[in-house]
Nanobody, 122 residues
Framework: QVQLVESGGGLVQAGGSLRLSCAAS????????VGWFRQTPGKERESVAV????????YYEDPVKGRFTISRDNAKNTVYLQMNSLKPEDTALYYC???????????????WGQGTQVTVSS
């Protein structure tokens, strides 16, 4: 069993930065791929970025390429999402998810956090 807790969200002006953290419990976390997803009211959950179990593979959705960076520290059981040059359209509830399958489809992930709100003002 893996439990995930996101933190680092908040209110920031457009052009600003935030770093989200996804802290995990469970010894097997280092074997899981981890994805960041986001959702706004009335819209489907969408992928943001994914990282493989050892950090060797990373994937970013087009809207965040060049602005967001996903990384992980398995010794700390934590995955990060550095978000720079934030835009109002990045406003959403951000979730991290863990699973044995590396991919951007939210359905392949088994464990989910409760989410952290990111609000970008214009």
């Amino acid at each position: 069993q893996v439990q995930l807790v996101e933190s680092g969200g908040g209110l920031v002006q457009a052009g600003g930065s935030l770093r989200l953290s996804c802290a995990a419990s469970g010894r097997t976390f280092s074997t899981f791929a981890v994805g960041w997803f986001r959702q706004t009211p009335g819209k489907e959950r969408e992928s943001v970025a994914v990282i493989s179990w050892n950090g060797g593979n990373k994937y970013y959705e087009d809207p965040v390429k060049g602005r967001f960076t996903i990384s992980r520290d398995n010794a700390k059981n934590t995955v990060y999402l550095q978000m720079n040059s934030l835009k109002p359209e990045d406003t959403a509830l951000y979730y991290c998810a863990a699973g044995l399958t590396y991919g951007s489809d939210w359905s392949v992930y088994d464990y989910w956090g409760q989410g952290t709100q990111v609000t970008v003002s214009s």
